[in-house]
Nanobody
Framework: QVQLAESGGGLVQAGGSLRLSCAASGRTFLRYALGWFRQAPGKERESVAAVSWYGDRTYYADSVTGRFTISKDVLKNTVYLQMNSMKPEDTAVYYC????????????????WGQGTQVTVSS
C-alpha cells in the first residue's frame, strides 16, 4: 500500500497561482498512476487531473485545461499540481489519489487517498 500526504493549499486571489504537492511513501511509487480530485461544499468529488505510471499520459478536466498542470518527480516520490489563472470556482478541498491508470475521464480505480488540502480563491 502507498501513503499520500498533500501540502501547498491556501488562500489566493483570483488570477493567482498555487502549487500543490503530494508526497508518496510506502510501496514503489512508480507502480501507481496518480491524480488530483477536488470537492467543493455541497458538490460531488470530481477528477481534476491524472498522470500515468510512466508519466507519458495525462488527463485534465475541461474546467482546468490550459490552467493546471500535473507533473511527477520520481526521485522525490512526489506529484504536483500547478494551478495558474485561478478562479473562485476552483475553491475546494483538493485530494491526491493513487490508482490503476490515467484514463480518458481521470484516474482509474483510485484506492488510496490523501487527507486533503483546502484551496480558497477569493474574487
Amino acid at each position: 500500500q502507498v501513503q499520500l500526504a498533500e501540502s501547498g493549499g491556501g488562500l489566493v486571489q483570483a488570477g493567482g497561482s498555487l502549487r500543490l504537492s503530494c508526497a508518496a511513501s510506502g510501496r514503489t511509487f512508480l507502480r501507481y498512476a496518480l491524480g488530483w480530485f477536488r470537492q467543493a461544499p455541497g458538490k460531488e468529488r470530481e477528477s481534476v487531473a491524472a498522470v500515468s505510471w510512466y508519466g507519458d499520459r495525462t488527463y485534465y478536466a475541461d474546467s482546468v485545461t490550459g490552467r493546471f498542470t500535473i507533473s511527477k518527480d520520481v526521485l522525490k516520490n512526489t506529484v504536483y499540481l500547478q494551478m495558474n489563472s485561478m478562479k473562485p470556482e476552483d475553491t475546494a478541498v483538493y485530494y491526491c489519489a493513487a490508482g490503476a491508470e490515467a484514463g480518458r475521464n481521470g484516474l482509474i480505480s483510485p484506492n488510496t487517498w490523501g487527507q486533503g488540502t483546502q484551496v480558497t480563491v477569493s474574487s
